[in-house]
């Protein structure tokens, strides 16, 4: 579901670079540092949600839920709100971290 509380729809997802989300993922919703609402989604529906809230609040203090502008390496243009990949190390499971705007979220790896 997005913030305003529309269903997610698998266009918007592939139109993100994202898959779609899970029926039963967990979400965990908090507010940045500048009052915008921001959430963490566990699409693998595998994480204890203390572990997504303490992953979410270490994500608002180092400040990533914000549009950012990312360039292609070697790409002279910039695209601004361009997805911020990782992985992260929960326990013993590596997980997919994608980071857009306000929204973090878990996927397999």
């Known amino acids: ?4 509380g529309s269903a997610e729809t698998t266009e918007t997802a592939a139109e993100e670079g994202l898959p ?3 029926p039963d993922a967990v979400i965990v919703e908090a507010q940045t540092k500048r ?3 921001c959430r963490l989604v566990d699409n693998t529906a595998t994480v204890a949600v203390t572990e997504l809230e303490e992953l979410l609040r270490e994500l608002i203090a180092q400040d990533l839920f914000q549009p950012l502008g990312l360039s292609s390496a070697g790409g002279s243009s910039i695209r601004i709100g361009a997805p911020q990949g ?3 190390q929960l326990g013993e499971s ?5 980071v857009i705007d306000h929204e ?3 996927e397999p790896f």
């Open 104 to 106: 973090a979220r878990l």
């Open 35 to 37: 009052g915008k609402v």
């Open 20 to 22: 779609p989300l899970r």
């Open 1 to 4: 579901m997005s913030l305003d």
């Open 86 to 88: 990782g992985h992260i």
């Open 94 to 98: 590596l997980y997919r971290l994608i």
